[in-house]
C-alpha cells in the first residue's frame, strides 16, 4: 500500500513563528502537494513539486515556501506564522492521475 | 483552468437510502473524472475514477458515470449505510505531466442509522 505519512497531525504555534509541515511518501512518486483544507472553501493547492528541486505555485502560494531535497519528501515552511494561516494541511504524492493522501495536519495559530 | 460545481452540503440521510450527489464540472479537452472520498479523521482516497465518455467508475458500491453532454459525473449509491458517512470531493483532471486536480469543495454526507 502507497503510505504518504505527515510529521504532526495536531500543531499550535504562536503568530510569528516558523513553522516547518513534514511530508514523506514511500512509494517513488515524481510528484507532490501541499493543500490547505477549510469549511466551505474545499481543497486549495498551495504548492506542488514535480521533480527533486523542482515546485511550481498552486493557487495560494502566500505566505508559504516549500523545499523537495529528497525525492521522498517534501517540506512546507510557513515563514512567519498567522491567524488566518490556522487550517489543515494536507500532503498528496501521485501516480500518474491518482493522488495519494497523507492523514493531514491540523495547524493551530495563536 | 478547470472548475467543479458540487451538490452543496450537508447531506442527511437514513440508512439504506438512496443516494446522489450532484457535480458538473467544466475543462479544457477531454478530461478523466475523480470522486475522492475523506472519512472522518482522514486524509482523502481515492473512490472511483472514469477516463473517457460514458464510461462508469464504480467501487464500495458507489457508482458515476461520465456524461460529456451534459459536463457531469453525479455520485450514486443505492443503499447507504453508516460508514458511508463522509466528505465527498469531485475533481476532474485535463491531462499534463504534473497531474494537478481541481477539487470540488466536497459534499458532507451523514448517514443515521
Known amino acids: 500500500d502507497v503510505k504518504v505519512t505527515q510529521s504532526s497531525r495536531y500543531l499550535v504555534k504562536r503568530t510569528g513563528e516558523k513553522v516547518f509541515l513534514e511530508c514523506v511518501q514511500d512509494?517513488?512518486?515524481?510528484?507532490m502537494f501541499w493543500y490547505r483544507q477549510d469549511p466551505g472553501l474545499g481543497l486549495r493547492l498551495i504548492y506542488f513539486?514535480?521533480?527533486?528541486?523542482?515546485?511550481e505555485k498552486g493557487d495560494i502560494p502566500e505566505g508559504y515556501s516549500v523545499s523537495r531535497e529528497k525525492k521522498e519528501r517534501f517540506s512546507l515552511i510557513l515563514e512567519s506564522a498567522s491567524t488566518n494561516q490556522t487550517s489543515m494541511y494536507l500532503c498528496?504524492?501521485?501516480?500518474?492521475?491518482?493522488?495519494?493522501f497523507g492523514p493531514g495536519t491540523r495547524l493551530t495559530v495563536l | 483552468g478547470n472548475s467543479v460545481t458540487q451538490m452543496e452540503g450537508p447531506v442527511t440521510l437514513s440508512e439504506e437510502a438512496f443516494l446522489t450527489i450532484n457535480c458538473t464540472y467544466t475543462?479544457?479537452?477531454?478530461?478523466?473524472l475523480f470522486w475522492y472520498v475523506q472519512y472522518p479523521g482522514e486524509g482523502l482516497q481515492l473512490l472511483l475514477k472514469?477516463?473517457?465518455?460514458?464510461d462508469k467508475g464504480s467501487n464500495k458500491g458507489f457508482e458515476a458515470t461520465y456524461r460529456k453532454e451534459t459536463t457531469s459525473f453525479h455520485l450514486e449509491k443505492g443503499s447507504v449505510q453508516v460508514s458511508d458517512s463522509a466528505v465527498y470531493f469531485c475533481a476532474p483532471y485535463s491531462g499534463g505531466s504534473n497531474y494537478k486536480l481541481t477539487f470540488g469543495k466536497g459534499t458532507l454526507l451523514t448517514v443515521n442509522p
Open positions: 472514469a477516463t473517457k465518455a460514458d
Open positions: 512509494m517513488d512518486h515524481e510528484n
Open positions: 513539486s514535480y521533480d527533486v528541486k523542482m515546485k
Open positions: 475543462a479544457t479537452g477531454y478530461p478523466s
Open positions: 498528496a504524492s501521485s501516480w500518474a492521475d491518482t493522488q495519494y
